[in-house]
């Protein structure tokens, strides 16, 4: 039998997903292939995707990369969930941790006994009961092991790209800088066997990446991939960005505020904050979306705002022919909840995880890639779909057009199943867990008409001295935090 044909890949954009992929090659593939990553400085990258979820510890950890180090390199703040200001109704406010609320009673999940409490009258917010809320409503952090929060960060994305770039030419990735002008495929509609750029330039390879962002240059234009777009489910299609001076010591968490027909961001680093304002073009002119975000901002802008178009939805297939998307290129949903980054990370390990010795026949890798990647973007589109859907903003075009929004089937077993008695479970291995989306669910106001009849096993006069012991012992440990500002000062300086 002849030898495999040695792997040859070429990576097409220097974006986040470009150089994490290359990063993330190099590292566990570089032996065994060539990885060539092309880029265009002057197409340049979307150049936001600055918050992210706990997940991208595993990134720094795979790749052996320090967690100072990295915060330094890339001005990075810590991050302990999301605030969302507003969402349900103007004045009301919750934050959607990581981590785990409360503690719940062998079996007896946390959220049962809090539903029970509730209904006799001794519960306080859900909120209450999580280190991480007590912690980043206080300010706080204390990144150690021991001291239980979980966390992920708010960097510069631009910092992360030119971070993960030297990592990976360090480990022998090739960089072409030029425009990709033409994809060249074998015969009539084949694999793709190179990448034509400017000045008459070829980049062989026999399998390719594409991390082109919203352009989906090999699979989207030069497949022909179709386009499934998620708009009836998340409308919103334009953001724009900016930003800011810090106003103050950075927030340990990202803000998500409300607007008429949108949302803005609010994502502080060490030194600046990063601002944007998603707001759905159909319910809001640009000039009035721009009048809302500076008036939203707490510092002084850095610059003008610069919009940014999308459609919410993804490829049909994220693997077609020898032609894997991560990032933009794959697709794009909302960063209401930091996952586009996470996204390129679980793509790049299932990427590993199928990668075949053998090229000549991909059909089995590509399919379950496919499926499994299917799989966890409906997963998270029916998680932010529900933080639109669920809302008390009457009166507003945007938003009373939002809650007539009929969710997708996966999302309203979901919702059924907690207005019952707050029950979850989760789907194969779905991103968001039950914290995640009992904290959602209740924040956005849905409240579930009992309990599980699990709650009843612990003594009614038990509840109280309980809930009430888990709310004090999170709000003790996160008073003793040190503030969030003083630790990145005693780990980087004073900004
Ligand atoms: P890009 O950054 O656009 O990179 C594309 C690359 O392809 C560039 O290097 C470009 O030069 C190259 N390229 C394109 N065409 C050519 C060509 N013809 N020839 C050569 N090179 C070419 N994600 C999060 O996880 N958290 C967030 O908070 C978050 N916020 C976001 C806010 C908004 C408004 C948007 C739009 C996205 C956000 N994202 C967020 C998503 C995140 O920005 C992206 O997932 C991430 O930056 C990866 O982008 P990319 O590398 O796929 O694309």
């Known amino acids: ?159 992360v790209a030119a971070l993960l770039r030297a990592y990976a030419e360090e480990r022998g990735v090739r960089r072409v800088e030029g425009r990709i002008e033409a994809v060249e495929r074998d015969g009539d509609g084949g694999d793709i066997v190179a990448l034509a750029l400017e000045g008459d330039r070829r980049v062989a390879g026999n399998l390719f990446l594409d991390c082109t962002g919203f352009a989906s240059l090999l699979l989207g234009k030069a497949l022909g991939v179709e386009f499934e777009d998620w708009t009836r489910w998340l409308p919103c299609d334009t953001a724009l960005a900016v930003q800011s001076e810090n106003a103050g010591p950075p927030r340990p968490y990202t803000q998500s505020i409300a607007r008429p027909a949108g949302w803005q961001w609010r994502i502080p680093l060490q030194h600046r904050t990063g601002n944007g304002h998603v707001f759905c073009s159909q319910f809001m002119g640009q000039d009035e979306a721009a009048r809302l975000l500076l008036a939203g901002l707490e510092g002084k802008p850095l610059a003008d705002p610069r919009p940014i178009r999308f459609t919410t939805g993804h490829r ?112 194969e291995d779905e991103l968001f867990l039950d914290d995640s989306w009992g904290q959602v669910m209740l924040g956005q106001g849905i409240a579930p008409r009992g309990w599980s009849p699990l709650a009843d096993n612990v003594p009614a006069e038990d509840i109280g001295p309980f809930l009430a012991s888990v709310a004090k012992a999170a709000r003790v440990k996160a008073a003793a935090m040190p503030a969030h500002g003083a630790v990145l000062d005693a780990m980087f300086g004073p900004g």
């Open 1 to 159: 039998m002849a030898p495999p044909v040695p792997l040859d890949i070429v990576i097409a954009g220097g974006g986040t997903a470009g150089w994490m992929a290359a990063a993330t090659l190099a590292r566990f593939v570089g032996e065994a292939a060539r990885i060539t990553l092309v880029e265009s400085d002057a197409i340049g990258t979307v150049g936001v995707g600055e918050a992210t979820i706990p997940q991208i510890h595993n990134l720094l950890v795979g790749l052996g990369i320090d967690q100072a180090e990295f915060m330094a390199a890339t001005d990075a703040s810590f991050k302990l969930g999301i605030e969302f200001d507003g969402w349900l109704r103007d004045g009301a406010s919750y934050i959607h941790s990581f981590g785990t609320t409360g503690r719940g009673v062998g079996l007896i999940p946390f959220r049962q006994l809090w539903l029970r409490g509730r209904a006799i009258g001794v519960a306080d917010d859900f909120g209450a009961y999580s280190l991480n809320v007590a912690a980043a409503r206080a300010g706080r952090i204390a990144p150690g092991e021991e001291a239980g929060l979980a966390y992920a960060f708010h960097f510069d994305a631009g910092k």
């Open 316 to 427: 049909h297939e994220h693997w077609s022919r020898n032609c894997i998307a991560l990032g933009l290129a794959a697709g794009f949903m909302e960063p209401l909840e930091s996952t586009s980054i996470h996204l390129v990370q679980s793509g790049l390990s299932r990427l590993l995880g199928l990668l075949p010795n053998d090229l000549s026949d991909l059909s089995s890798a590509r399919s379950t890639f496919n499926r499994l990647s299917t799989s966890e973007w409906v997963r998270i589109r029916d998680f932010l779909v529900l933080h639109y859907i669920a809302n008390e903003r009457r009166g507003e075009p945007f938003w009373d057009f939002c809650r007539a929004i009929e969710p997708p089937a996966t999302l309203a077993e979901k919702l059924a199943l907690f207005a019952e008695s707050g029950l979850f479970v989760r789907e």
